[in-house]
């Protein structure tokens, strides 16, 4: 996809003035050592249901007890993302071994789908299309795949760029899914009818976008993981535009969320503790910088829950945690 024309913006200092009210943060440790919690979803009964990528398990948080309830998955799943879907049901990806499951939570019983190419060894973010469809990317394998539920087909798609590294993945208002490629300075999309992917080329060679946000006007937002930039790209009109976030070159921006109000949340994993950062996009300008209680480690993934305006998350310090949005 040719690009018409690259706007840059440095921006470390647009940060707004009288806006540096930090949000409401809190964390819940999670009571499974080590194991990597990760990728919250809130369910329609208020449960925060997670992952445990080195613990092999799914497991949910009831906030207002603050009881866990877990269950267990085959040893080598290390599951890494995971959505609940419009219906109720659970899915998470098994990143270790090659599969999409869905968990019964009445059970504890999952079902697996298992990739059709071995070479698609790691599954690694989901996301529910309106009709039902998961759509998901495979990092290491440098797929784009599409799981139908009903049927149990599994179709997938090599990513053109060897090593490109599908990561992150949101869908347009059209239903059309976008994706990091943070293997490369590229973004990609995808036809949901002919299955063919485009690849759009960020306007600076060593880019390296992680994950991915949509706001409501269609354009693409992205945190350059490797020079510390937030990104925006406008489909229609093939521009693309940066800020260089608060932290700097170092700030390694991973996690993302876009709210009901369209201002793109970021987390800088660079700096001790982590910081969650918010971005107004009708001001350009920065706000809410807010550094993680539990210092964060890594926080990979976010997701925004519109009925209570939170952002859920989970930590490399084994905590999941809640950012109350003002």
Do not use: C
């Not at 470390?12 to 943060?25: D, F, H, P, R, V």
């Not at 877990?70 to 290390?78: D, I, P, S, T």
């Not at 798609?157 to 090593?163: D, F, L, S």
């Not at 347009?172 to 990091?180: E, L, S, T, V, Y």
């Amino acid at each position: 996809m040719r690009t018409k024309i690259f706007v840059f913006a440095l921006a470390a200092a647009s940060i707004a003035a009288g806006a540096y009210k930090e949000l409401e943060i809190r964390e819940w440790p999670v009571p499974y050592a080590g194991s990597r919690p990760r990728d919250p979803y809130v369910d329609a009964q208020g449960r925060v249901w997670f992952v445990g990528q080195q613990g092999n398990y799914v497991a949910y948080l009831e906030p207002a007890s603050g009881q866990f309830r877990r269950y267990e998955l085959e040893a080598g799943a290390f599951p890494h993302n995971l959505i609940v879907t419009r219906n109720g049901s659970i899915w998470y990806t098994g990143n270790g071994n090659g599969h999409i499951g869905r968990l019964d939570p009445a059970t504890g019983q999952v079902r697996r789908y298992p990739m059709p190419d071995a070479a698609a060894r790691d599954p690694h973010t989901l996301v529910e299309a309106a009709n039902g469809d998961l759509w998901f990317t495979v990092q290491g394998g440098n797929f784009v795949g599409r799981l139908n539920p009903t049927s149990g087909e599994v179709r997938l798609v090599a990513a053109p760029t060897r090593g490109s590294r599908p990561y992150g993945i949101v869908l347009d208002a059209r239903g059309r899914p976008w994706f990091n490629l943070f293997g490369t300075n590229k973004l990609g999309t995808i036809d949901p009818a002919t299955m063919q992917i485009t690849e759009v080329t960020l306007p600076r060679e060593a880019a390296r976008d992680r994950r991915i946000g949509m706001t409501s006007d269609g354009k693409v937002w992205y945190g350059d993981y490797a020079g510390g930039y937030l990104g925006r790209y406008d489909p229609a009109t093939r521009q693309f535009k940066e800020w260089e976030l608060p932290g700097g070159a170092d700030s390694r921006p991973y996690a993302m969320a876009v709210d009901d109000r369209d201002n793109v949340w970021v987390v800088e994993t660079g700096s001790n503790p982590n910081r969650f950062v918010g971005f107004d996009p009708k001001t350009e300008q920065f706000f809410g910088i807010t550094p993680i209680p539990s210092g964060g480690d890594v926080v990979r993934h976010m997701y925004f829950h519109r009925p209570t305006r939170e952002i859920w998350f989970g930590t490399d310090a084994n905590t999941i945690g809640r950012a109350k949005l003002p």
